[in-house]
């Protein structure tokens, strides 16, 4: 309850009461629209643009023993929407095992990041409209930053020119100019990018999301359908009306211009390219996907499938309605009574609420709540298959990498990256996205099936070598802002 009410004295300490309202009529009208319910058939899945045949794939050898990456030391700045330890996620480790790899590498680093789920009270200082303060986490420099007030448009809107920001980050860069700047996610800190182009520092973007196009993040439109693209905007102006954007269409050319600007593009998955890249031809995506920690390695002593009868099941991750967790529970009602199902990790309580009305009667289903991160690969390794039952376009999903690391079967939708890696039958089982009977047939069939994981796990990138990538694009962007 504490956690609810801290969240809610932060909303009203930040934003406006219009932007609020936009806010809460989005939370509590909107959104149950475009949810699947507990229960509900397949999501209609549109055609997407087919694998691109000339994409880079940027992907070094894990196996050689070192990287071929430029020696000279870097200031580089990690920009995010948000990040621990006040939110966990994919795009939050993400920007966190890049910084940590640059700064072990010895660069200079700092991550920049929006906090609005703090008071005023909370920051020390103060630059024109901005409020910000500093932290540590694990040796990393961390700056978080927020409006006094948020102006209009800061949840769905891209705003490209922002007075406040402007001055801030002239501040920052009068302390400490950085060589470039590495955008992780664009909602809330576009304006920070706007800032660097007009200040003449290069900044690169990866697309973890797809708040690029759509300005609810998702592709997911108010009907509950998934969406094939904003079509220049004309789309979200018929069929996703927001009140805080005026005109799709100039918020789309507006983003445009930004992406264009950047000195490099990339994405985590060649899904997201190809979306992104149908959207904004504007310059070459690079495919980086990202590293995964060789803690959840294949030779861990409980790891892999072994020759016992497949019983333990999991769900890793956020609990919202677009992760799907009530469709892996409903599918999972009518599994033998001697099968278990063990969900980690939180979520609002009125979905938790949700869960657990469907849950009844049935003992072998069990929320553990969240985790420490020291403990996940324990957890992997108590159980025999993961499952990741989304109902929308994953961009990349490190739960589906760790799993497999860890020699586990991977009953996964057949949607956005994640068919990227599922081997049907031999590492893992897809289903039809939001149909809980589909779902229920591949666990039917896990229990049945005799899976030989593969041994290999050399198309699972590594933090190292992600990081080598990245750090071979920033010389080529100094290299070619240092030429005449």
Known sequence: MKKQTDKARAALDLYRPGTLLTK????????????????????????LPPRLGDHRDERP???????????????????VHCFYPFS?????????????????????????????????????????????DQYQLDGLDIIEYRHSRAPRGILHDILTEDPDVDEFVRFLFQQERPDIVHAAYLQKVASFLSAC???????????????????????IDKQGALCGGSQGGRRCAQLCG?????????????????????????????????????????????????????QFSPDQPAAGLGSLPIRDFAYFGNMTPIKGV?????????????CNLNIYGSGPESYLRGLRRLMRG?????????????????????????????????????????????????????????????????????FTPGDSEDLHRCLLQAIAGDFRMPGSTGQI??????????????????EEAARP
């Not at 990138?461 to 100094?478: F, G, K, M, P």
């Open 242 to 294: 927001c009140g805080e954007i005026a005109d799709p269409a100039a918020r789309h050319q507006r983003m445009a211009e930004l992406l264009e600007t950047a000195a490099f593009l990339s994405a985590p998955s060649r899904f997201v390219q190809a979306v992104i890249s149908r959207e904004f031809p504007l310059q070459e995506i690079r495919v980086i996907p990202h590293g995964v920690s060789r």
């Open 88 to 132: 966990q996620g994919g795009t939050e480790r993400f920007v966190y095992n890049m910084a940590r790899q640059a700064q072990q590498d010895g660069h200079r680093v700092k991550v920049v990041t929006y906090n609005p789920l703090e008071t005023r009270h909370h920051f020390h200082y103060r630059v024109a409209g901005i409020l910000y």
């Open 326 to 338: 009530h469709l892996l529970i409903s599918a999972f009602r009518d599994m033998p009574p001697d």
């Open 362 to 430: 049935k003992p072998n289903i069990r929320l553990h709540g969240n985790i420490p991160y020291d403990q996940v690969q324990q957890a992997y390794a108590a159980n025999q298959v993961v499952v990741v039952p989304s109902i929308w376009y994953e961009t990349y999903n490190f739960v589906i990498h760790e799993a497999l690391l860890m020699g586990k079967l991977v009953i996964a939708a057949r949607i956005g990256a994640m068919p990227e890696l599922i081997r049907d039958g031999i590492n893992g089982l897809s």
């Open 461 to 478: 990138n590594t933090i190292a070598a992600e990081s080598a990538c990245y750090h071979n694009i920033y010389e080529s962007v100094l």
């Open 61 to 79: 050898n894990p196996s050689r023993d070192g990287f071929e990456v430029g020696s000279r030391t870097k200031t580089i700045y990690f920009l």
């Open 197 to 219: 182009r007009r200040l003449g520092v290069p900044y690169g973007i990866t697309f973890t999301s797809f708040f690029a196009l759509c300005h609810f993040d998702i592709m």
């Open 24 to 47: 809460l009529h989005e939370l509590y009208l909107v959104n149950p629209g475009r949810f699947a319910k507990p229960g509900a058939g397949a999501i209609p899945v549109p055609s």
